[in-house]
């Protein structure tokens, strides 16, 4: 069974960085889609970031591109969004999603099988 465990959320300032954490278990997952999303309150949940964890192969939502970085780590199973210079509007609910192949559906909650709890990410301005 996979298990994705989100952590590093919590308050920052405008300008600042987070860097969230989610621990993935229970399988190999050199071939799998890994996402993260975020969800706002009385908004829809939105796509951030996507990478192929073996390849390397990245895609980032319009709203992030160039201050977010998806990345993982093999060693201790973990992928990581690395949030820069952030936003108020960054403010939301952060998820980790996985599944075990690509998806073309890869920015779509619909595209993944496996969904963490989440982690609240606050900036305040």
């Known amino acids: 069974q996979v298990q994705l465990v989100e952590s590093g959320g919590g308050l920052v300032q405008a300008g600042g960085s987070l860097r969230l954490s989610c621990a993935a278990s229970g399988r190999t997952f050199s071939n799998y889609l890994m996402g993260w999303f975020r969800q706002a309150p009385r908004k829809e949940r939105e796509f951030v970031a996507a990478i192929i964890w073996s390849g390397g192969i990245t895609w980032y939502a319009d709203s992030v591109k160039g201050r977010f970085t998806i990345s993982t780590h093999n060693a201790n199973n973990t992928v990581y969004l690395q949030m820069n210079s952030l936003k108020p509007e960054d403010t939301a609910v952060y998820y980790c999603?996985?599944?075990?192949?690509?998806?073309?559906?890869?920015?779509?909650?619909?595209?993944?099988?496996?969904w963490g709890q989440g982690t609240q990410v606050t900036v305040s301005s």
């Open positions: 999603a996985a599944k075990g192949r690509f998806s073309s559906l890869y920015q779509s909650p619909a595209g993944y099988d496996y």
